[in-house]
Each structure stands twice: as C-alpha cells, then as structure tokens.
C-alpha cells in the first residue's frame, strides 16, 4: 500500500559528491522520522542520518560536516547530500521511516520501521 524508493546511488571517486533521494508513494497523510542507514558488505546495517518532521537532524560522527539530511514534507521525500565521499561510505544505502500513516479504502492504517530496497554507493579510491 506504501512504498519508500531510494534513487541517486552509483559510483564516484573520492572527494565527490551524490544526492540520494528517497520518495514515499500512497495515499500518506503522516510520516514521522525519516532517516538514512547504511550497510556495507560483511558489516551490521548502521544508522547515518535521521530527520523528525519537524526538522531536527541527527549524524552519525563518521558523517557529520560531509552528509546533509533534509525532507521535504510536501513531497514526502527525504534526501541525503553526500560531499567529500570516501571510499568507507562504500555500501548500500537504505532509506527508513519510522510510521507512515496511509489510507486503504477508507481505512487510516499505519506501517512501523519501514525500509526501502536500498541503493548501491560506491566509492573509489
């Protein structure tokens, strides 16, 4: 009934910059937190950035001063602007929402932890 669909993954050099978007799709009336996590291969999935939708930002240290999390509400989209990327971002990034309140039929339902499929970054050195 809802959908989070991450875009703007795929390969860059160290020291360059990608812009990943994630958009919810469905007949939202509320999202609460959103957020980006990261998992790279034979690593646990970590937490990158989050967002309330009210704007309050939350990095990880290895990401603070490079990455910028913002949403726009309207849209029901959240972005990640990576710079200075290094090759240790290199992982596929996930998109998350913490409830999405959504219509089915005339019903108000409500999914919790949703994720996204997830879009590949790389980074070469």
């Known amino acids: 009934q809802v959908q989070l669909v991450e875009s703007g993954g795929g390969l860059v050099q160290a020291g360059g910059s990608l812009r990943l978007s994630c958009a919810a799709s469905?007949?939202?009336?509320?999202?609460?937190?959103m957020g980006w996590y990261r998992q790279a291969p034979g690593k646990q999935r970590e937490l990158v950035a989050t967002?309330?939708?009210?704007?309050?930002?939350n990095y990880a240290d290895s990401v603070k001063g490079r990455f910028t999390i913002s949403r726009d509400n309207a849209e029901n989209t959240v972005y990640l602007q990576m710079n200075s990327l290094k090759p240790e971002d290199t992982a596929v990034y996930y998109c998350?929402?913490?409830?999405?309140?959504?219509?089915?039929?005339?019903?108000?339902?409500?999914?919790?932890?949703?994720w996204g499929q997830g879009t590949q970054v790389t980074v070469s050195s």
């Open positions: 469905g007949r939202i009336f509320s999202i609460n937190a």
């Open positions: 998350n929402a913490d409830s999405i309140g959504y219509y089915s039929g005339s019903y108000r339902l409500y999914e919790y932890d949703y």
């Open positions: 967002i309330t939708s009210g704007g309050i930002t």
